[in-house]
Each structure stands twice: as C-alpha cells, then as structure tokens.
C-alpha cells in the first residue's frame, strides 16, 4: 500500500463484540476498556470495534492513521478510507 508516495502496510482489527468487563479497568470504571496500543490514550469505543489502521514509513518516522467503525457506521468507511488515502503528507 502507498499514501502520498509512502510505502506502509494495512492492517484491520476486530475487537470482540462482548463488553469489555474483564479488560482494563481504570480506577472506578466497572465497565473496562481494550487498549490496542500499551499505555493510556487511544482505546476500541466499545464491543465489536473495527479499527482500520494504515502504518506508514515517512522518511524514518511512522505514521499511523486510523479509522474506527462499527456495523453501523459501514456507510461512512469508504469515505473515511478516502481521506486516508488521499492524505497529502507535508515533511
């Protein structure tokens, strides 16, 4: 795959579509959260999360971007998968 001349890699992750009751939990938060990525930050909004993720190499550095969907939201992918894709990287 190729994004403005920059060669990465495609990745897609489906999280499982019940509740994040036994993943980690913050302090009283019951209802837990599945962190792709280690530490705090970016974390799937909830069951049956789908993450789009475009790794790139621009000039030594990775860039990631993502889209996160749902069933539901399938309608809007293509047009998410278009910004993505059309990204004009400025180094």
Known sequence: M??????GQELELQLPDDP?????????????HAFVFAGPG????????R?????LDVAGTRIISVILSYPRT?????LAQNVIKTMDIQT
């Open 2 to 7: 190729t994004i403005d001349g920059y060669a």
């Open 20 to 32: 994040f009751t036994k993943c980690d939990n913050e302090t009283g938060d019951d209802s837990g």
């Open 42 to 49: 970016l974390y799937a909004q909830g069951p049956a999360n």
């Open 51 to 55: 993450w789009h993720l475009y790794i």
């Open 74 to 78: 399938k309608a809007d992918l293509e």
